[in-house]
């Protein structure tokens, strides 16, 4: 520990020429040659103890600063006269000093390969509709869907994840809409694949978007049901890659979900279309504002039988396991920020690809204080992001995708 109250001895003040010593510290001419191990311990207040150990960790006389590779940054003509030098030998200030230093040392980094954009769709020609909720994100006809998803591809993000808002009407309790070859989702697949072949369409399998009960699961009575769901989320896998989607993503938490998907899709041909299976979902207070884009939130109760409670970890790590043994090609993680804990967990017991998912509500934080000037907004949005990288996430899913491919290409 450094001397807290170092600065106001009284010895230091008698001469004024002298360096300001803290409590029980001596001053040396040159760099000590001490046979004693670690100089890292023994800055302490003075007392007799203290000044025992401080022989471990001398000050320096600023005269021996030429000698000693002391980090003082651009000035080295300052006046250190007046100021007192510590004879540390570890310095993990050095490998900060410039920009390209740190470039140099940094441990992790964001790539836009890494980088999944959200894109919600709906009906119209010409629309592009702000979502009040997540500033900056619109829902898309497909026409202009197809503009957004080329502008992604130009950025040189490599895949999209589509979500669709249903018009009420086309509800029901058994999402039937969703297997409507000529419905919204479906057909914009097949332009997107016309359109860009080569970006990567991830599709949501859940039953929420299209189901008149607001949840992702089949209702009865009140209950969600798991076992008829997985027949649904089955044909809907299939519709979705019948329709081009590269990879479908089950978001719902159903038990046995991805191995009635991945036996579904091996059965009728698509044993090509990859699963990303939202692994680790947690009821969490953060999918606030895309229930709004997507008018999807449950009609009654919540999703805390199927959604994780978020008070756990090792539950996380079982449902991964589960979704593993049952042929998942990628686990998911969401939220992210909130959830690095799970994250880094995750990351050390698979081999596949992590993904983790920045959701609406993390988004709309940082857009509301930016908004109101409490947070720079470039800043958060790309520590935010490292963050989850640094957690262990390979791919993130983000509604800051093509702002944070355009700075990093900057
Ligand atoms: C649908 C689904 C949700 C999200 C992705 N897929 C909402 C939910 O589970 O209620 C949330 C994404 C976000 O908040 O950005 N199952």
């Keep these: 520990m450094y001397p807290k109250k170092s600065l106001s001895s009284p010895e230091q003040t008698q001469n004024k020429n002298a360096p300001i010593l803290p409590l029980g510290f001596h001053t040396v001419k040159e760099r000590s ?58 310095r993990p200030r050095r490998n900060r000093r410039s920009p390209a230093i740190r470039r140099m040392v940094r441990e992790n980094r964001l790539s836009t390969d890494q980088l999944v954009l959200p894109l919600f769709v709906r009906d119209g020609d010409g629309v592009q509709e ?55 989702l479906l057909r914009c697949v097949k332009a997107l694949k016309d359109a860009v072949p080569d970006l990567a369409i991830i599709t949501d399998v859940a039953m929420d978007p299209y189901s008149s009960d607001g949840h992702d699961g089949y209702v009865e009575n009140g209950f969600i049901l798991n076992d008829p769901t997985l027949e649904i989320l089955a044909q809907m896998a299939v519709a979705q890659a019948k329709a081009g989607a590269d990879i479908v993503a089950p978001s719902d938490m159903m038990d046995g979900r991805v191995g009635a998907m991945r036996a579904a899709l091996d059965t009728e041909g698509f044993s090509d279309c990859g699963i990303l299976a939202y692994s680790a979902k947690y009821a969490s207070a953060f999918y ?36 593993v043994e049952e042929g998942a090609d990628m686990v998911m993680v969401k ?76």
């Design 33 to 90: 040659h001490s046979k004693e191990p670690s100089p890292l311990c023994g800055l302490v207040e003075s007392g007799q103890e203290s000044t025992k150990r401080c022989t471990k960790a001398h000050l320096l006389h600023p005269k021996a600063l030429a000698k000693t590779p002391l980090n003082l940054g651009e000035k080295n003509d300052m006046n250190t006269e007046n100021l007192a030098f510590f004879d540390l030998i570890q």
């Design 130 to 184: 702000p979502i009040s909720s997540m500033p900056g994100c619109f829902r898309f006809s497909i026409d202009l869907l197809l503009k957004e998803a080329k502008e992604a591809q130009a950025l040189g993000i490599p895949a999209i994840a589509l979500f669709p808002l249903i018009e009420d009407q086309k509800k029901d309790k058994r999402a039937t809409e969703s297997l409507n070859p000529d419905g919204l």
């Design 288 to 323: 606030g504002p895309f229930r709004d884009a997507l008018d999807s939130a449950p009609r009654a109760g919540d999703k805390k039988t199927y959604q994780m409670d978020p008070a756990n970890q090792r539950e996380a790590l079982r449902e991964v396991m589960l979704d």
């Design 335 to 410: 939220p992210a920020a909130a959830y690095l804990d799970i994250i880094s967990a995750i990351r050390q017991i698979v081999d596949l690809p992590v993904a983790a998912y920045h959701v609406s509500g993390e988004f709309a934080m940082i857009k509301a204080a930016a908004e109101r000037g409490w947070l720079n907004e470039e800043a958060a949005m790309m520590e935010t992001t490292l963050a989850i990288r640094r957690a262990g996430a390979d791919i993130i899913l983000t509604y800051f995708a093509k702002d944070i491919a355009r700075l990093l290409q900057r």
